[in-house]
T-cell receptor
């Protein structure tokens, strides 16, 4: 069965420090990986997806198939980055379903 | 444009009662999803509708849960004989499924917070 693991429930860093939110997955196929973010009192929204290879709000994530990881990184954290971050997996594109399998989330708290 | 909307935003009910949660997807989106967000559990997939295809119900936790989508638009998630463990935030999302991956992004609604006393 597919699984997404986010080992840290809470990550607290100081403003300007580097951030790495860990995500590991288990799936034997070729998945798509996503990071979603939920700011306080806002709805869940897509931050980035591995196929886009983009940097969004200074965040990047590289899919490492060998380590089955998709860690989210930012070199210098900002206070406005404080939010709940969810890693998610979708099975091979074009399959019968488009459902996302989410991790349990990591709360990022950036201290001033 | 308008995003995904859900109603009610909050629902408090007594154990054993039935509840209905509503989702209005983004206009034109053919795919609709329901997820459940429980404390410490993350987001759990419940059910997925895509056009006229048979829904993927593989995530529904029991036969007390059902969902329908009328006219390819609005969806209703029904929980019968609610239990305390059903307390959670129920999220709806929609997407425009095409051959292009970028347009498959799921847009989420604000959720319905269900509390079963």
């Amino acid at each position: 069965a597919q699984r997404v693991t986010q080992p840290e429930k809470l990550l607290s860093v100081f403003k300007g420090a580097p951030v790495e939110l860990k995500c590991n997955y288990s799936y034997s196929g070729s998945p798509e990986l996503f990071w979603y973010v939920q700011y306080s009192r806002q709805r869940l929204q897509l931050l980035l997806r591995h196929i886009s290879r983009e940097s969004i709000k200074g965040f990047t994530a590289d899919l490492n198939k060998g380590e089955t990881s998709f860690h989210l990184k930012k070199p210098f954290a900002q206070e406005e980055d404080s939010a709940m971050y969810y890693c998610a997996l979708r099975k091979d594109y074009g399959g019968a379903t488009n459902k996302l399998i989410f991790g349990t989330g990591t709360l990022l708290a950036v201290q001033p | 444009g308008a995003g995904v909307s859900q109603s009610p935003s909050n629902k408090v009910t007594e154990k054993g009662k039935d509840v209905e949660l509503r989702c209005d997807p983004i206009s034109g989106h053919t795919a609709l999803y329901w997820y459940r967000q429980s404390l410490g559990q993350g987001l759990e997939f419940l059910i997925y509708f895509q056009g006229n295809s048979a829904p993927d119900k593989s995530g529904l936790p029991s036969d007390r849960f059902s969902a329908e989508r009328t006219g390819g638009s609005v969806s209703t998630l029904t929980i019968q004989r609610t239990q305390q463990e059903d307390s959670a935030v129920y999220l709806c999302a929609s997407s425009s499924r095409t051959s292009g991956r970028i347009l498959d992004t799921q847009y989420f609604g604000p959720g319905t917070r269900l509390t079963v006393l």
